[in-house]
């Protein structure tokens, strides 16, 4: 009976503790530390650091420069991870002892402020030490290694152009006149008629004549060109036309005269020849030809002239000679008398013609 009201005495007292202390407990009683808190604690641990390593790796692989030796930095080794892993698991297991040591012991009452300072105190005992990771590019040395190994980079300089440089030079359009341009494909066509190229020296000559068609020597040379060639109409008619050109250009008179007598066209020949420049350096050749073709047609008035003005020219005795034949057939017996007494006169002539000479004065002289 006593042990019964003791209890209830025991209970009602408890009951007015609890009544006064309902809203504002001064302490509860610890729980009980389970284990999956310590093991999630070193999973989380162990995820931190492994994270930390993978993002030093790759800022190391993308920040260290190429073919250099950077500078260690700290650093966690598969040896120092299976040592604090050790730690962890001896924490976790001393840990698992005490709960369930203090699980087996009566409750009792604690300060609930001091148990989250516990906590963190654990926590931060059971959590190792994360590696420091510097974000700032770390300075780094070469090293004589490294220097010799590594291939030296070429360097690719622009090399501005030099104004004043005696290598350089510079692009000058010039503008050829029509004289130099067909002085040009005349030289061109001179050797490639030497070389055999027919056609292409035709070609270029025939150009040269398009941009200067009172070239002398382009004229002449295209004019024999297809003489040779068998094309004398072509030839004579470029003739004439420079002639119509020049009327007195000496060099196409006598190239076209020579045409005309060789072909018998003596009387065209004598035309080309009627006007005569006195000062030309073709002057003699064109007077013998003219006198030559004045003989042939019967104009002997004409032939004695041309012969006298060659005589007079050349001082040579045979022109005399010819002059007087001239005179002679022209029926003029006082001119042929002083032409034959002027070529005796002259020391170039032969033993031959003298004796001729001879005989003719004392023909006419008899007369």
Known sequence: MSVINRMLRDLDQRQQQNSRHTYTPA????????WAWIVGILVVSLAVIIGALNLWWMYSSNSAPIEVESTPTV??????LRQAIATSEELVAETTEKATADANKPKAIVDVAALPKAQDSMQAEVQPKQPVVNPEPIAVQVSTEAESTAEPTPKVTKKQPATNSSNSFSVERVQLSPQQL?????????EALQKGEQARGQELLEKALVVKPDHVQVRSELAAYWYGRGLTSRATTLLQQGLDLKPQQTEWQ?????IYERIGRIEQAYNVLSVIPMQA???????????????????????????TALAVQTGEGRWWLAAAVAHEDASNI???????????????LGQDAR?????RLAVLEGF
């Open 27 to 34: 302490a509860v009683a610890p729980q009980p530390i389970h």
């Open 182 to 190: 067909a002085d040009t494909n005349l030289s061109k066509a001179r």
């Open 281 to 307: 350096p073709e002057t003699p050749e064109l007077l013998q030809l003219r006198a030559s073709s004045a003989t042939q047609l019967g104009y002997f008035s004409e032939a004695a002239a041309d012969y």
């Open 334 to 348: 006082e001119a042929a008398v002083r032409s034959y007494r002027q070529a005796i006169q002259q020391p170039d």
């Open 355 to 359: 004796l001729y000479i001879e005989q």
């Open 254 to 258: 006598l190239l076209l005269a020579r």
């Open 75 to 80: 650093e966690t080794t598969p040896a120092e």
